[in-house]
């Protein structure tokens, strides 16, 4: 089972609102991803979690916090976005071995559109 | 691994026949590179992936080769289906177990 779960598949908030992506993987693994696309590009790293503990952010704007409460579950807390942030936003996971590099897999998004 | 500008290229192939794929990659350090298949609305899906030992790798009905010299991978399908449709990255494990995609190509099946 190679399954990614994401919620909600779709978003709509405005630009004052509060909100949370949700983000559950049940395969074991320990390393956690956010990704942003936008249409017509290729997935972009965000964040990246490694048991449970923040290991890479790739300058992402503090208006996106992300959170992994265990090692199955992964959040990111939306506030005060801007329309240009409005995107698919990708969960992936891997196993973490050491020192091996490793396949991602990906969840099916959660479309959000921010006005 | 940057996109270069809003249109993908296109791949239009007649069902039946084989695809090939085309990516060059930007790091010569990297040592494991992954294909992905992304469907319209869908996340990417693992297609097949190599590591820097090989040149070639197979699967069901996909091909990845591998050229270090030149920094360039290919995918190749055969007996291309309409399922096949669908966007294709290739991808390179950077430092951290970074993901740096390629610009990606659509790949266009006619029946």
């Known amino acids: 089972d190679t399954e990614v779960t994401q919620t909600p598949k779709h978003l709509v908030m405005g630009m004052t609102n509060k909100k949370s992506l949700k983000c559950e993987q049940h395969m074991g693994h320990r390393a956690m991803y956010w990704y942003k696309q936008k249409a017509k590009k290729p997935p972009e790293l965000m964040f990246v979690y490694s048991y449970e503990k923040l290991s890479i952010n790739e300058s992402v704007p503090s208006r996106f916090s992300p959170e992994c409460p265990n090692s199955s579950l992964l959040n990111l807390h939306l506030h005060a976005l801007q329309p240009e942030d409005s995107a698919l936003y990708l969960c992936?996971?891997?196993?973490?071995?050491?020192?091996?590099?490793?396949?991602?897999?990906f969840g099916p998004g959660t479309r959000l559109l921010v006005l | 691994g940057e996109s270069v500008g809003l249109h993908l290229p296109t791949l239009s192939v007649q069902e039946g026949d084989n695809s090939i794929i085309n990516c060059a990659y930007s790091n010569s350090a990297s040592d494991y590179f992954i294909w992905y298949k992304q469907e319209s609305g869908k996340g990417p899906q693992f297609i097949i992936d190599?590591?820097?030992?090989?040149d070639k790798r197979q699967g069901q009905r996909v091909t990845v080769l591998l050229n270090k010299t030149v920094k360039h991978l290919s995918l190749q399908i055969a007996a291309t289906q309409p399922g096949d449709s669908a966007v294709y990255f290739c991808?390179?494990?950077?430092?951290?177990?970074?993901?740096?995609f390629g610009a990606g190509t659509i790949l266009r099946v006619k029946s």
């Open positions: 992936a996971s891997s196993q973490r071995l050491a020192g091996v590099q490793e396949t991602q897999y």
């Open positions: 190599i590591r820097s030992n090989m």
């Open positions: 991808a390179e494990i950077q430092y951290g177990n970074k993901l740096v």
